[in-house]
């Protein structure tokens, strides 16, 4: 993995990330495609839209199809046929927020499956075994994650457990070719943050990632907690706010020095009906549409607003049609794309960022 | 309207039907968008696949959105951005098969909506003006359905109001450029068939259709009954086996002189994760495909199987991820179009069918 800064505007950077299944251009915001398919689309779709790098995630592809079958495959490019990059959340976030009586311990964390009800224990090792098998571009290490706001003293523990496993994860891994991130724990607590910061940089990975964010708290909370995040990290290396967020989120963030980004907002929105346009989120399933066969986005040049119209959609919507999740997730993705096009143009070119602050 | 006969063997026949938005060789499957979306596709890839005309729905669009507002985005074409030709059933069988307390009288179907339990009434004057404002090139008129086996008396008496209702359409219609087809009934009563279609075609229409088929009978009661019907339909206009079928059906339709056939199975069996293929139906829900990472259907050229395995789409499959539903409904309507191609050719070429006999 090779990251070079090619421009700065302040503490905002525009990059180039090599990675073994490609170059990407940063600041980058990563589709999910949690179970190895971004809901409702083909590769060729999110080719087209201009992702360069999907995110998929190694606790879900763990309990289904599990890691042997992907590894089977071949890996999870040639799982799902895509031939860019790929980077796997390593879980940690998804054993918080998903699985069942979820316990921690310093060995990892034992949860049980929210499919089927069976026991497991993830590990910092066993993560990183799981990854290699899957084959992503970059892995992320295991974390322990705390809802926002926490006490000093809960979000210090986790924080230090979190340093601890990304340790016991970077001696454990065994490819070269495959980037691993260490992640920055530490809640609201400014010098949780940086006492966070400095001990996993101290450990060293070929990046780093701000975990624990857009997890409880305000975005004016949030905002400051991630610049302490990358005051406190080497300029070299590539940054990644994860699971970050709505359209302003992204451009605060980039003025903050983020590289990397993902979110389920464009793809779950998208199949709740609403278009995330500039001049803010349409509701498409709102009735006020269904007479309206105006373009959904009259700024946009994706597909879905070149070739439909918002009463159509609205009438796909009502009847539950599959074609109303294709026809948003294509647009919002491609929004978001759009957006990260616009603000990496806004840094190389050194000026006041041009995109519109309505979200 | 135009039709052409092209050649002929036996009695199948290939023919050219010229329609107001594109020309179509026969013999044609026709795949269903009930609400005005081939479930999970895009108009594109319709187009991409081979698909030279679509069927929609007129009860279904009576319901959601309603015919004002689809003539307000200026008809079916525009509205669901189709451009190539379009066939609208009727309703008659839908109301049949869907809807709530229907109650058929001389004068028409009173019913209640699946969707809300408003109270509605179908004649076939209020139908052929619906199917106006729809505007697709070929509307069905209002028939009377009955499920098979019925009593000669029960068949006699629907198929007599059916010709009823031909008659009372015929006289209402009102656009030289929208072409309007009768339908055959008679249950599984030679006779009856004769005094339909003989009944029918005294009314005079642009095409005859074949209803009351594939509703309850076995395959052997079904196909003398369509040779029963073309045997006694004109050989200079289209016929129209309505809601059949599968492989078979098809090849034994085309062998008996039906030139067009709509159907939901590849799309509906595409939606609960089967692929159709030369050597059957393939079950990709089932175990046994979770470690088998060869192509769907190896003798198949469409996108789905060129680019995707079993294993990948059974893992879609068993997470509920749409793109199964994509995927299958892709290479499920390749699959029809190729055949379909395959049986006319056997026809310019006068040679016996290629196609396979599994399914």
């Not at 190895?36 to 590769?43: G, H, I, N, Q």
């Not at 009586?101 to 993830?122: A, C, M, Y």
């Not at 970059?138 to 926002?148: E, G, P, Q």
């Not at 070929?206 to 990358?230: F, K, N, R």
Request: proline share 5%; net charge neutral.
């Amino acid at each position: 993995m090779k990251f070079t800064v090619i421009a700065q505007k302040g503490m905002a950077r525009a990059g180039i990330l090599e990675l073994p299944h490609g170059t990407i251009e940063t600041p980058v915001f990563m589709p999910v495609g949690t179970l190895a398919t971004v809901k409702a689309m083909l590769p060729h779709e999110m080719e087209e839209l201009g992702a360069r790098i999907i995110l998929n995630n190694a606790f879900h592809l763990y309990l289904r199809p599990g890691a042997d079958i992907v590894a089977k495959a071949g890996g999870v490019h040639q799982f799902q046929n895509w031939k860019r990059p790929i980077l796997t959340d390593s879980g940690g976030f998804q054993v918080f927020s998903l699985a069942k009586l979820r316990k921690v311990t310093d060995e990892g964390v034992n949860f049980q499956s929210p499919i089927d009800g069976s026991k497991h224990l993830f590990t910092p090792e066993s993560v990183i075994a799981l990854e290699e098998k899957l084959g992503p571009d970059i892995a992320m290490v295991l974390d322990d994650v705390v809802r926002n706001p926490s006490t000093y003293d809960e979000a210090a523990r986790a924080m230090r457990r979190s340093v601890a496993w990304a340790g016991r994860a970077a001696k454990v891994r065994t490819r070269d070719n495959q980037a691993v991130f260490g992640i920055v724990q530490g809640g609201l607590h400014p010098d949780l943050r940086r006492e966070s910061a400095q001990a996993t940089v101290d450990i060293g990975f070929d990046g780093y990632a701000i975990g624990g964010l857009s997890v409880g708290e305000s975005p004016e909370e949030m905002y400051p907690m991630i610049e302490v995040c990358t005051d406190a990290l080497p300029v070299a290396q590539p940054r990644y706010l994860m699971g970050v967020g709505t359209p302003r989120d992204l451009r605060e963030g980039v003025a903050r020095g983020v590289d990397m980004f993902d979110c389920v907002l464009p793809t779950r929105l998208a199949r709740h009906g609403v278009a995330i346009t500039d001049e803010g989120n349409l509701n498409l399933t709102n009735a006020r549409f269904k007479r309206d066969f105006s373009t959904p986005d009259p700024t946009c040049n994706c597909q879905t607003c070149q070739n439909f119209t918002r009463g159509y959609i609205h009438h796909l919507c009502k009847c539950g049609e599959i074609l109303a999740a294709r026809l948003l997730t294509y647009h919002n993705l491609y929004f978001y794309q759009a957006l990260m096009r616009q603000l990496r143009a806004d840094i190389i070119a050194n000026r006041t960022t041009t995109v519109k602050e309505s979200q």
